[in-house]
């Protein structure tokens, strides 16, 4: 519970259809109350944002993506820009995911870039971090999520950064069915809010610190219950209406 007001994404990854993704709109549309108490944002694959921009409208659901350039524009092939992001409804852009870290070699400095391009566009990044299971069997965990923020705010600066989010994300906890325990999360929360403190305490006690990692209707009540825990990053169950419309409901119900 804090005075921040929740937010909830879901990361749709690499799935979806043009009739799967009408059908899951069409669902959340009817499923949200119109004055909803936290905010809502879902991120289609690229192809899909505009379509989903339109289903959207009027509605209370956000639009964002989930990868963009470091560069603004040029002869980058197959990239997308922050720009174009925002040309297409987009209001956020998730950054970092540790997919896109271990599958795709992202380095924090990549990270970090493709966060200053997106916050020069007005895209409000979520910034995901976190540890594998190796991290923190080796009492790593507090020093890696630190790494991988101070990376992007020497960047970036802790004013411009005050725009975004930051999505706590143990890699060990992503698809596995196994989540990291309200306590367990808590204290990487609060880790993260310190090292936003150190350079700004009015800024850390703003932005708003997500958790991701098997999050399901059934525990998101109690992880949301938690001082640093401002909503939720959602992967697998943000495909399925009725789990994140519940999901969408404990962190309206934890503000
Ligand atoms: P799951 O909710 O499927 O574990 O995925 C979490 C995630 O990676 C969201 O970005």
Redesign the pocket.
């Known amino acids: 519970m804090s005075n921040r007001r929740p937010l909830v994404a879901g ?1 749709w ?1 690499l799935n979806g259809s043009r009739a799967a993704n009408t059908a899951l709109i069409s669902a959340l549309r009817a499923g949200l109350p119109a004055q909803s108490r936290t905010d809502v944002v879902v991120c289609p694959p690229y192809v899909y944002l505009a379509e989903v921009s339109a289903a959207i409208h009027d509605s209370v659901i956000q639009l964002g993506a989930q990868n963009v350039a470091a560069e603004d524009s040029g002869a980058f092939t197959g990239e997308v820009a922050a720009g174009m992001l925002r040309d297409v409804g987009c209001g956020f852009v ?1 950054i970092g ?3 896109r870290r271990a599958c795709y070699g992202e380095t924090d400095d990549l990270t970090a870039a493709k966060v200053a391009a997106a916050l020069r566009c007005g895209l409000r990044p979520i910034l ?1 971090v976190g540890e594998t299971l190796a991290e923190r069997d080796a009492g790593d965990t507090l020093n890696v999520v630190r790494r991988q923020l101070e990376a992007v705010l020497a960047v970036t600066g802790a004013e411009a950064f005050s725009a975004g989010l930051v ?1 706590y ?1 143990p890699v060990w ?4 069915g196994r989540t990291a325990t309200p306590m367990q999360a808590q204290e990487v929360h609060a880790e993260i809010r310190a090292t936003l403190a150190r350079r700004d305490a009015t800024i850390a006690a703003a932005v708003r610190v997500l958790y ?4 399901k209707a059934s525990n998101a009540k109690d992880l949301f219950a938690m001082a640093d825990i401002d909503g939720g ?5 943000s495909l399925d209406a009725a789990g994140f419309l519940g999901i969408c409901k404990a962190a309206a119900e934890s503000y």
């Open positions: 990361n990854k998730i995911h540790s997919e995901c999505a994300e906890a992503i698809g596995t991701g990692g098997s999050v990053l959602i992967g697998g169950a």
